[in-house]
């Protein structure tokens, strides 16, 4: 099986930690998702639809040796990586329904985006109330539980990755500052 990316979101979110775990985390966070030249005319009438689904690759997750159990944001339980929607999972796609704002050539302004910056898009679906929403439902473990503001951090990011992020932090400037160190707005 072999899946090609149709396109690549971009946000205001950088890095997994703090990015929101959810939508209706975001805080009405906008990014843009563009289409690839050659898919472009799969965008035809999309621009009616006032929420779509965003389907996509979690490139920089865990998913090689993932766990088949993990301690999701939510909850300090280990639990069952199906029951959950953790980013490191056999196959690390993940689906976010966002508010489609514009459609303009191939570029989509949308909001409520929870997806890393340069996430490959794999596909688009529009989101029908009437098909995908749903009353009386369980939300298992989750019951009580409250999403305002909640944030991602690394627990499920590539090794790789957050070695690279700790390597540039700590990366002496000319000022002779890490990273780290520097004063907020400071290049050096």
Not at 4 to 25: D, M
């Amino acid at each position: 099986m072999k899946l090609k990316p149709i396109g690549i979101i971009h946000s205001p979110f950088q890095h997994a930690a703090g990015t929101p775990i959810q939508p209706r985390a975001a805080g009405g966070a906008e990014g843009t998702v563009q289409i690839f030249d050659e898919f472009a005319a799969g965008l035809k009438d999309l621009e009616v639809f006032g929420r779509i689904w965003l389907i996509y690759w979690f490139d920089r997750a865990r998913h090689k040796k993932c766990s088949l159990v993990v301690k999701p944001y939510l909850d300090d339980t280990p639990r069952g990586v199906f029951a959950t929607r953790a980013p490191a999972r056999p196959n690390p796609i993940g689906l976010s329904p966002v508010r489609l704002l514009e459609a303009r050539g191939n570029t989509l302004r949308v909001r409520d985006l929870d997806v890393l910056d340069g996430t490959p898009l794999l596909d688009i679906k529009p989101y029908f109330p009437q098909f995908d929403s749903f009353t009386n439902v369980k939300s298992g473990w989750l019951r009580g539980s409250t999403l305002r503001g909640a944030k991602a951090d690394d627990r499920f990011e590539k090794r790789e990755v957050k070695a690279r992020r700790a390597t540039i932090a700590t990366r002496p400037s000319a000022s002779g500052r890490p990273a780290s160190r520097r004063r907020p707005g400071s290049k050096a």
